[in-house]
């Protein structure tokens, strides 16, 4: 059986540095000290937490992947948090100071919900006395091993997930320093964030649902990677100088080869974290060769490339895509190509999915007048945080009054999404 060695922090966080910048980038703090104590610092203590093991059998599984994931989906959570608008619902002077916490939430809630996901899958057992690790019970990896070798063994069937029991390793990440300085309601939601629900039953906060998709990209892209046979992207990440500025070099946007592999082509998620891959891909991330995982990792066969799904097929980076699965452009209601206009391909998306749910009355929509109403609650599935939907449709001209929890569309694009039933005389 083979032996597993430590890794230091120092080694970690420099093979990973480049994300820590593009990090840095969306933390927008001005003092690099700052920086260093609020954020890198819960890096440094996932690192800590982590050492050299690896996330699953499956994914991340090379010395080192589970805080190769951590950094991962911080970086996902953070690209994901441009656009959103944390305490929309607050008066604005209660909002100016929850949305810096809420930001750095979000950051704590994605470092944090994979601390125990090694634990569901592996046993580790410390080399010089042959003890298996409990994080409940000795806390940190790093500190518990020393710097002794350790071996790796998979279990018959990996632990149930357990969400609260995430939660309170948790604590160990951020300290009390932290959890003082965060106010209870920023405080009650981080702790709902960590390890989220893959499919939340109930309304899920905006904090929740950013570290779902950061979850679900970087799983998603991940395992595109490992299925691969064929080395990763050579290009390194871009400078984090240049994006501040938003200035890229020509070749990092220019279209993907035909012979790119599929762990550099965007995965089939919801349309943010979509946008995110194709970033993240064109950036050159570091997937494993499946050649590169443990021995605890099953065989995975190698797809043909006849069997390489449509969606995975070569695009242009940044061109449409879909908003779900199964949007057809021929099947688009009469007239809307010319209500739409000079939309943007997002909003055109949107409306082909959501005129052709309103015909399959997926949708509940009521009508005032001449005019279509819809629930705010169901164009949550789309994608689309309420308020990125509502400027939209505003400089569209397609929105006429938000009523409560409804949506009220102008005459211009209620016609083309459905037909009006007819007024029943009295």
């Not at 125990?116 to 806390?139: I, K, N, T």
């Not at 609260?164 to 106010?183: C, F, H, K, V």
């Not at 194709?278 to 021995?295: I, R, V, W």
């Not at 997926?362 to 629930?375: D, E, F, S």
Request: net charge neutral.
């Amino acid at each position: 059986m083979n032996m597993h060695t430590a890794m230091t922090t120092g080694e970690l966080l420099a093979a990973h540095q480049s994300r820590t910048d593009l990090i840095r980038q969306y933390a927008n703090e001005a003092e690099p000290a700052v920086f260093a104590k609020k954020w890198t610092a819960i890096l440094e203590r996932c690192a800590v937490w982590f050492s050299s093991m690896p996330l699953r059998p499956e994914e991340h599984a090379e010395p080192g992947g589970a805080f190769r994931a951590t950094v991962e989906v911080a970086y996902f959570a953070m690209r994901l948090s441009g656009g959103q608008k944390f305490g929309a619902d607050k008066p604005s002077e209660q909002r100016r100071r929850l949305e810096p916490q809420y930001l750095y939430a979000l950051f704590l809630a994605a470092c944090c919900s994979r601390l125990d996901e090694p634990c569901r899958h592996f046993q580790f057992h410390r080399a010089v006395d042959d003890a298996e690790w409990l994080p409940a019970l000795h806390g940190a990896f790093g500190p518990w091993l020393g710097d002794g070798g350790y071996r790796v063994t998979r279990r018959a069937a990996a632990l149930p997930v357990e969400r609260m029991r995430t939660a309170l390793l948790a604590r160990e990440i951020l300290g009390q320093d932290i959890l003082a300085s965060l106010d209870s309601e920023v405080l009650s939601e981080l702790f709902a964030a960590i390890n989220p629900e893959p499919r939340p039953v109930t309304l899920e906060s905006l904090l929740h649902k950013v570290v779902r998709l950061a979850v679900d990209a970087t799983t998603s892209f991940e395992l595109k990677a490992r299925r691969a046979d064929f080395a990763p992207v050579g290009t390194p990440a871009p400078p984090a100088d240049l994006l501040a500025v938003g200035s890229l070099p020509q070749e990092s946007v220019k279209a993907v080869p035909a012979d790119t592999p599929p762990h550099a082509v965007v995965p089939p998620t919801e349309s943010a974290a979509a946008s995110v891959i194709s970033l993240f891909a064109a950036a050159g991330a570091k997937g494993t060769p499946a050649s590169e995982a443990s021995d605890a990792t099953p065989q995975q066969d190698h797809p043909s490339p006849q069997e390489v799904p449509r969606s995975a097929q070569p695009m242009q980076l940044g061109s449409g895509r879909s908003l779900r699965r199964g949007s057809d452009e021929s099947a688009a209601p009469e007239g809307l190509a010319d209500v739409l206009g000079n939309a943007s391909n997002l909003m055109r998306e949107f409306f082909l999915a959501l005129a052709q749910d309103v015909t399959a009355g997926k949708v509940p929509v009521t009508w005032a007048g001449n005019r279509l109403v819809l629930p705010k609650r169901a164009l949550g599935n789309y994608g689309l945080s309420s308020d990125t939907l509502i400027e939209s449709l505003k400089k569209l001209s397609f929105l006429a009054r938000v009523q409560g929890t409804d949506l009220v569309l102008t005459e211009k694009i209620s016609g083309v999404l459905a037909s009006r039933p007819p007024v029943q005389e009295p």
